[in-house]
């Protein structure tokens, strides 16, 4: 059964661990640097390849190219097991050349329809195609456009009891409902780039393959983000200030060498990703960085500039209202206008019945709707705000709705 992603509903549930460890949810880490296979957190064997990928640049130290020949890897067999519980599976791919479609990810013995898992490419229509099978009778099977305007992709499975979630680069894309736990077989293994069907329909990946993760449970939407790379992607959010402030432009990962400012001007250094911006209007930057083999990402950061004659102290702006349902818009409460402050004294708030929920006595800091660990419900709040602005002191007290 395919559920729409608006229609998912978060939950947290108790994980188990099959090492009999006090912990759970355990973080394998195949990252690759120095071009080794190993699970840096130590926690499961190493991958095997039975034709090595090349040692390459990765996102955060080195990655594998894989030369669409022979180039794989298995994944040991205790993750096998694992994959009946929930889990996360996270790791970043770009492609090369790819003509037809092409194998990604796998778990499955054999190219049959009986249980089996797998992930795939299709360059003729630019999709991603899941696939899910209980048994013969059971098989889903959903195509996700790629977003050809980036290089670098991330791609996120998770597992939370009955449901797989397949997130495409940060966001949620599909949601499957399998009508029970999928026994993979025990010769299924999990592979990069290994499927039985090559054999038969699929050609092998041709690309680079980096910052391989499996957790010993679901992560949501929200640690999906918080755990994002951003590669090739300016980190910044457009951002206001006073005419003379000085803004650290702060760009993810990258494997480029060749990348350029437009325009390059009030930059104190633009032949680095991360310079510093102080312009004297308006400006909107774009970084346009070149990936080998031609594979061009744009991104943009706007910094307005205010003149400080022209500024209003007494309009701090903050939202009437806000929606922390952890659907990454709206998420959380805070300050818009942090130019207009000098120095924050406190940003309090309370219910409507007075009692203090939250304080922060940093301007950037934002509540995310709780109190003491758990959810507040819905209803007004009352914020106050006591700041300096151009050396005057200044108290705003106003009400808001939490929305959920």
Known sequence: MYINSKYIITASFLLLNLFSLTLTGQTSQYTFDDCTFVDQAGILPAAIPTSAPSCACGLAADGLYFDGSNDNLIFPSEIDSLMELDFT?????????????????SVRSECSLDSFMAITYNPLN??????????????????????????????????????????????????????????????????????????????RFNGWIDEFIFYQRALSATEIVA?????????????????????DINVGSTCASNFSWIPNTDLDDPSILNPTATPTATTT?????????????????????INPD?????????????????????????????????????????DRWGGKMWTAINKTDTW???????????????YKVKYTCTNQGFVKVDNFSVLR
């Open 285 to 305: 930057y774009a970084l346009n960085i070149e990936n080998e083999g031609n594979c061009m990402t744009t991104d943009q950061i706007t910094i307005n500039v």
């Open 368 to 382: 995310d709707g709780t109190f003491n660990g758990q959810l507040v419900n819905s209803g007004m709040y009352i």
């Open 310 to 350: 022209k500024l209003d102290c007494s309009n701090l702006l903050l939202p009437n209202a806000f929606t922390p349902n952890n659907d990454q818009l709206n998420d959380v409460y805070g300050i818009s206008s942090l130019f207009l402050i000098d120095q924050l004294e406190y940003f309090e708030i309370y």
């Open 126 to 203: 630019n999709n991603i195609i899941f696939e899910l099978a209980q048994n013969i009778g059971n098989i889903e099977t959903e195509n996700v456009p790629l977003d050809q305007s980036v290089c670098w992709h991330r791609l996120v499975l998770t597992k939370s009891e009955l449901f797989y979630s397949l997130y495409l680069d940060d966001q949620l894309a599909i949601t499957i409902l399998s009508d029970g736990i999928v026994n993979f077989g025990k010769n299924a293994s999990l592979t990069i780039n290994n499927s039985p069907c090559l054999a038969v329909n699929l050609d």
């Open 89 to 105: 599976i996270s790791f970043y791919f770009r492609f090369d050349q790819v003509t037809t479609r092409t194998d990604i990810l």
């Open 227 to 247: 755990s994002s790379l951003y590669p090739d992607k300016i980190v910044s959010n457009d951002t206001t200030i006073i005419a003379g402030s000085p803004v």
